[in-house]
């Protein structure tokens, strides 16, 4: 039975934890709460002496995910990695490793309505495309204080660009490349956070020249949704609804709260890696976000 060891017990830390259990797999945690889980370890060296997993998901605060890399590279750890979304905080180079994989968890990647998205523009690139995603932050997580969290924390590595970075990547999944990026982001006061609360992001990829991205934690009922238009078609898609219209034809594609996530896992476990984000594939988010960034503060396009 291969094993896993999670770093990081927070919410996501938590369900990547009960998923990993609900697929067979014996898990221990890293948090610096000892009682967090019943085989808990206070840090990586500890966790890695007395456990020998095949399998590490980190996932604590983005603005340690480097540094939790590297300890897990210098222990010459060489099992499969799957490191939380996004993968840095900030642009750095990957460290120098012998994991037989390395993967972001951008999970939306596996979802059934997304990948039919992909196979309907993979050869019919896009002239235009409108993606918004909006979800309300004082609702992510009932009973804690959002302000607390590290999505209200700039320097934990929150904020919309990276909480919400889902979208970023598999926009590129579908149009390629991105080549340009203008961009707004504000912290709006709403909220009484630290991180930007709201973002507005002009794009051009290499399959699609026109793209426009919202993201903002303000949208009290929730809404992920995508309009691609192409020479011959024009695709509606609505995430959390699990609903694609192709002019005006509409079709489901459902999936519960956790599939995305044990699909992911399961492609991380097994010989099928192709859907899964590489770590090449998530720097490039990051620097897409830095890009963002320069170019909010800017006013002016950027290149990632």
């Known amino acids: 039975m291969t094993s896993a060891l999670v770093v990081g017990l927070g919410s996501i830390g938590r369900r990547h934890a009960r998923l990993l259990g609900e697929l067979g797999l014996e898990v221990a945690a890293v948090s610096r709460r000892a009682d967090a889980a019943p085989r808990c370890y206070a840090s990586l060296a500890e ?123 598999y926009m590129r999944w579908l149009f390629g490349p991105c080549r340009q990026v203008a961009a707004l982001s504000e912290r709006s006061g709403a909220l009484d956070i630290d991180s930007e609360d709201v973002a507005a992001l002009l794009l051009a990829f290499e399959r699609c020249p026109v793209a426009t991205l919202q993201l903002n934690y303000l949208d009290r009922a929730g809404a992920r949704e995508i309009v691609i238009n192409t020479a011959h078609r024009t695709l509606r898609a609505d995430l959390l609804r699990g609903s694609l219209s192709v002019d005006g034809e509409a079709r489901l594609f459902p999936a519960a709260g956790d599939d995305t996530y044990l699909a992911q896992h399961r492609s991380a476990l097994g010989n099928r890696r192709e859907a899964l984000c590489t770590a090449e594939e998530g720097a490039a988010i990051v620097a897409l976000i830095a890009a963002a960034e320069q170019a909010a503060a800017s006013g002016a396009w950027v290149a990632p």
């Open 47 to 169: 966790a890695l002496a007395e456990e020998a997993p095949g399998y590490v998901v980190i996932a604590n605060e983005t603005a340690a995910h480097r540094a939790s890399l590297a300890a897990l590279a210098e222990s010459r750890f060489a099992g499969t990695v799957l490191v939380e979304k996004p993968l840095f905080a900030e642009p750095a180079p990957l460290p120098q490793h012998r994991f037989a994989g390395l993967y972001v968890g951008y999970n939306l990647r596996f979802h059934p309505l997304l990948a039919e998205v992909k196979r309907l523009v993979a050869g019919e690139p896009a002239l235009s495309a409108q993606v918004y995603v909006g979800q309300y932050l004082p609702d992510w997580r009932p009973g804690r204080d959002y302000r607390a969290t590290a999505s209200a924390s700039r320097a934990a590595g929150g904020g919309v660009l990276r909480d919400l970075s889902h979208e970023l990547d």
